[in-house]
């Protein structure tokens, strides 16, 4: 199951990227623009690594990783609502603090 969640959680980030032409076009964002949504999902992600560091150890990894997975999908979903490039900013950024406690909570599950 650990698997499978890290492959999806690759093929989001990659997917994405491929997608780039096809979201530039209908949102119409320029690649300056991208570059900061790009570089604001990695400021999502690496603010919330450290509480993806501490919530498993306070909470269970188990709650974490399912809260984390719930809230990426969500998060996922809502892309798709977005209509330009603040709507897309701000969902990156939350795709990233949500997507970040992911391998903390698994890698805590599986080494105890």
Known sequence: MF????????LDRVTFCLNLPLIEKDLAINAEQFGMIFGNFFLGYALFNFVGGVAPDRFGPKIVLGIAVG?????????????GFWSMLILRVLFGMAESPICDSANKT???
Do not use: K, Q
């Open 3 to 10: 698997f499978l969640v890290y492959i999806i959680n690759y």
């Open 110 to 112: 599986i080494n105890g």
């Open 71 to 83: 809230m990426w999908s969500l998060f996922c979903d809502m892309t798709a609502l977005a209509t």
